[in-house]
């Protein structure tokens, strides 16, 4: 439930249209959405050998403190659990209020209230502990899962057995192999978030044996909803009608059931986003718990509730900024500076398996990636091809990325200077 959480909050619903209008044809289009979950899938192989080897809170972070050094791990976490992570859950958090205000009607000016509002609550569940967060999660994450299903279904139906028309060329979009190429770039952002259950390793029963199970099965769960998904809105609005819309879960819904579909699916995509808000404030919390145990960050941020298990002030620490960015609005700016980053972190992250198997001979892990090394290869310079190629189309934002992780190396050592002192 967490990995298929994690991945599946708002975009689904909305990056299919730009895929397409990258694309000329709904076989492109189906073909990149398979090749990004394929690379994605060996992407999660990986974490699932490092969650073996370290099954422990923090994920990421754990890694790269352990193979590389403090500094690059407290980069992660500075460009991930300070920024990444609250700017992201105030986005979608902002996403779930927009898309809840429209299905019950309320006017615009109440976003902000109910973003914070919904953040306030899951904040309030998560200081309970793992358990009570976990029932959260499950519930949204079965109904972000039927919102999904509703889709395949209406798009299939919408069909009406002429399935292959999915598939076909698209006269309007004749573009250049390279700009297909570039269609990847969103696709595989689409992908993004698997590696939240790492970070609550630490929590997770038997991990050795689930975290490897979970990762792999969910994130091929993710793969095939996603293919489908994408099959459906073709079928049901054709390549260039998807390529032209700006909202195609809200248009497929509206040609079968009128305005209540769009309605309904506005709730299925509310229930998504929260969903997701519940997993990225339940993984930040813990790497900011750990950075915090390191003497990186306040000690009172490390405390861990010896009743709940929960780490209490990382959770209100994180909620409490993501609230600061949705009443402020920078959040935007933010996720599109550090989207850079977080990726550069999944590649780093990922070539720690050399390190471990190089280093920890003596340590054999209880799972071990298929086609070592090639797999974890191919994923991290596909990664770095997809970064190389974010700083070509969008070269500010992926420059004040890389300024944000600068920015972290004489903060990194003034914290180091604060914690000998």
């Known amino acids: 439930m967490i990995v298929i959480g994690g991945v599946i909050g708002a975009g689904i619903f909305r990056t299919p249209a730009t895929v397409a209008q990258l694309t000329s044809s709904g076989t492109e289009v189906i073909v990149l959405w398979t090749l990004g979950g394929l690379l994605t899938l060996a992407g999660v192989l990986c974490y699932a050998e490092l969650g073996a080897r370290r099954p422990q809170a ?146 997770v029963r038997d991990p050795q044996r689930t975290l490897p199970r979970a990762l792999g099965l969910g994130m091929a769960s993710v793969v095939v909803c996603y293919v489908l998904v994408n099959i459906a809105y073709m079928a049901g609005l054709g390549h260039d009608g998807l390529a032209a819309s700006t909202a195609p879960a809200a248009d497929l819904m509206r040609r079968v059931f009128g305005e209540s579909g769009a309605t309904i699916i506005a709730v299925g995509i509310a229930c998504s986003t929260f969903g997701y808000c519940s997993i990225a404030i339940a993984g930040g919390a813990r790497v900011l ?61 990922i070539a720690t398996i050399f390190w471990y198997r190089k280093k920890l001979l003596s340590e054999p ?37 890389l300024v944000i992780i600068a920015i972290g190396v004489p903060v990194y050592y003034l914290w180091r200077r604060r914690a000998v002192a």
Not at 309 to 331: E, R
Not at 367 to 387: A, D, M
């Open 58 to 203: 923090g994920g990421t972070y754990v890694y790269l403190r352990e193979a590389f050094g403090q500094l690059p791990a407290f980069l992660f976490g500075w460009t991930m659990a300070l920024i990444n992570y609250p700017g992201s859950v105030a986005a979608v958090a902002t996403t779930f209020a927009d898309y809840a205000c429209r299905a019950m009607g309320l006017p615009h000016e109440w976003v902000k209230p109910l973003a914070v509002g919904a953040i306030s609550f899951i904040v309030a569940v998560n200081l309970f502990g793992i358990r009570a967060g976990a029932w959260v999660q499950n519930i949204f994450t079965v109904l972000k899962l039927a919102a999904v299903a509703l889709l395949i279904v209406v798009g299939l139906f919408l069909a009406h057995g002429h399935l292959g028309l999915a598939f076909a060329a698209d006269p309007t979009h004749d573009v250049p192999a390279s700009t297909v190429i570039g269609a990847l770039l969103p696709a595989m952002f689409a992908y993004g978030g698997f590696h939240y259950l790492n970070d609550l390793a630490g929590e």
């Open 365 to 401: 892990s209880p799972y071990l990636v298929p086609g070592y090394p090639w797999l974890p290869l191919v994923f991290t310079t596909t990664v770095l091809c997809v970064i190389a190629a974010t700083a070509v189309t969008a070269p500010a934002d992926a420059g004040m990325s």
């Open 289 to 349: 718990q750990v950075m915090s145990a390191d003497g990186m960050f306040f000690r009172p941020i490390a405390r861990i509730d010896a009743r709940t298990g929960a780490p209490q002030f990382a959770l209100v620490a994180l909620g409490a900024w993501a609230i600061v960015l949705i009443l402020s609005g920078s959040f935007n700016a933010l996720l599109n500076y550090t989207t850079v980053g977080e990726w550069l972190s999944h590649a780093f992250g």
